[in-house]
């Protein structure tokens, strides 16, 4: 089967979050279980285009607002990620280092309509198109509706939703950037007086999906507006849980951590990445290490995080740790940063993006917080299981189908219900409980490093879903 994920994000290219990874990682397993897949993502100007090798593939110009725009369709030389990867630059739009930007629709219209009009010249069809997230919405509708694109109009698309929050609308009034197509599909755009481009993928997607099978429930009840169209789409809408990469993730070979280590020594090998980070962050090694990793966005419930923290480490009389890594809103940044002045030597945090810290707070950390609002699926509660550390999260989404509470049968984590100060301080109390258990903490490191997220397992439930259209 030939299948072309489509998506703004691929990692190691180009990430800002877990679509980064998920595009980075499934194309690889699919084409590993012997089918043929493909990314196309914009040509950002990343690290990764100028360090490799790039080979011309097809160029030619697009109309789009009343403006002709050139493309060059980049393929990466050597395969390097384990599937063939191609990035249209557009000079101009995509050539830029953010992945987003104030004039996203703009860009995002322009790459789905070059990577539409070169697919359109090709000797023959793809099977699938695969659209990741609202910056790849319209491809269902344009070619069904476009007639630019007829030649793609038999070729089935499936459409997963990452994050339902963002749909990417627009006003009516650049409906002349969109190529010609029939008067009649005009409704198929529309949600609200807007163009909407995740309703229009909802409609007119083959398949629909998101990422885990709570989320796809909740969106029914939630979804910014969307909720009646997903209750109404629901025959052809799915949960598919996220795997993660497990040839990337793996305490025994990660090329982030100086030190390897496996279930046999899980207790040496992240008694040496705790000490090591305690060290650089000025934290009490006796004491266990939570860990908060992600955008400190309101979805993310990092707006909690000051006060809950600050209240835990009260509550606690500093018997716990808390260290957090992240970048977003600026209020969230700046009072993380102040509470350094009130907690010293039990509280720190870096301000930023960096891919190796991350891996290392994997390995060194005793427990992950997640109080997350929102959460898709969430792919740091997996990273985290895979280096035996255990997960802190809100009963939500893609959290709830992914970790029980040990105090359930054949649970391993803390799960809350609320996204509050209250649960975070609650459930800190629970893990510094935990961590004095020390032969049951022990036994659940073991335990969760052995759970099976791998994309080896999720990859075929896609499968099932290609082969069914
Ligand atoms: P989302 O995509 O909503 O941000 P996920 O849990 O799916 O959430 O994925 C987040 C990914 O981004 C993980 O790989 C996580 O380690 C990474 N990440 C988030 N923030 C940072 C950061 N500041 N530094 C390094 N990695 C980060
Ligand atoms: C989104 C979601 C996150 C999910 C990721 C990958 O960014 O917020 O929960 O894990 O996409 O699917």
């Known amino acids: 089967m030939e299948i072309i994920h489509l998506s703004a994000e691929c990692y190691p290219v180009a990430k800002v979050g877990g679509l980064g990874d998920v595009v980075g990682a499934l194309p690889k397993y699919q084409c590993q279980a012997g089918h043929y897949a493909k990314v196309v993502m914009p040509a950002h100007s990343t690290k ?12 030619s110009d697009i109309y789009m607002g009343g403006k002709h725009w050139h493309y ?7 395969q390097k990620l384990g599937f063939d990867l191609y990035c249209i630059l557009i000079d101009g739009l995509t050539n830029r280092t953010k992945v987003y930007d104030h004039d996203d629709t703009e860009r995002y219209l322009a790459f789905q309509i ?71 599909s005009a409704g198929l755009l529309d949600w609200g007086d807007m163009i909407n481009p995740m309703s229009s993928a909802v409609r007119c997607a083959d398949a629909v999906t998101t990422v885990s099978w709570s989320y796809m429930y909740e969106l ?33 070979t990660d090329k982030y951590l100086a030190h390897h280590y496996s279930t046999a020594d899980v207790e040496a090998g992240k008694a040496k990445h705790k000490q090591e980070v305690c060290e650089i962050f000025g934290l009490n090694p006796t004491n266990p290490l939570i860990v908060f990793i992600g955008r400190l966005v309101g979805e993310k419930g990092a707006d909690l ?67 997350s609002r929102v959460e898709p699926c969430g792919l740091n509660q997996m990273y985290a299981l895979r280096y035996g550390t255990i997960p802190m999260v809100r009963s939500t989404g893609g959290l709830k189908d992914t970790v029980i509470d040990y105090g359930d049968s054949g649970g391993y984590g803390i799960r809350f219900n609320q996204a ?34 791998s994309w080896e397992s999720s990859q075929n439930r896609y499968m099932d879903i290609y082969k069914s259209l």
């Open 72 to 78: 060059i369709v980049l393929k990466e030389k050597t």
């Open 114 to 184: 070059a990577a539409l009009d070169w697919m359109s010249q090709w000797q023959h069809a793809p099977d699938v198109l695969h659209c990741h997230d609202h910056h790849t919405a319209l491809v269902p509708f344009m070619i069904q509706h476009c007639r630019q694109f007829r030649n793609l109009s038999r070729v089935k698309t499936v459409f997963t939703i990452h994050n339902g929050q963002y749909q990417g609308w627009f006003s009516w009034n650049n409906v002349h950037n969109l190529p010609a197509f029939m008067d009649w």
């Open 220 to 252: 029914m009840e939630s979804a910014v507006g969307l909720e009646s169209l997903f209750r109404h789409e629901a025959h052809k809408c799915y949960g598919v849980l996220n795997g993660i990469d497990t040839q990337v993730w793996n305490p025994a």
């Open 305 to 371: 995080l000051p006060h809950a923290i600050g209240r835990a480490l009260y509550e606690t009389q500093g018997r716990v740790n808390y260290l957090v890594l992240g970048s977003g809103a600026d209020s969230v940044e700046n009072e993380l940063s102040t509470l350094k002045m009130f907690s010293q030597g039990v509280y720190n945090c870096f301000i930023g993006y960096n891919e190796g810290l991350s891996h290392r707070l994997y390995a060194a950390a005793d427990y992950i917080l997640m109080p």
């Open 420 to 453: 509050s100060i209250e649960d975070i301080v609650m459930s800190t109390h629970r893990a510094l409980n935990l961590y004095h258990q020390v032969d049951t903490f022990q036994a659940i490191r073991k335990h969760i490093m052995e759970i099976d997220n």
């Open 48 to 59: 990764f285009m100028y360090e490799n090798d790039w080979q011309n593939d097809y160029e």
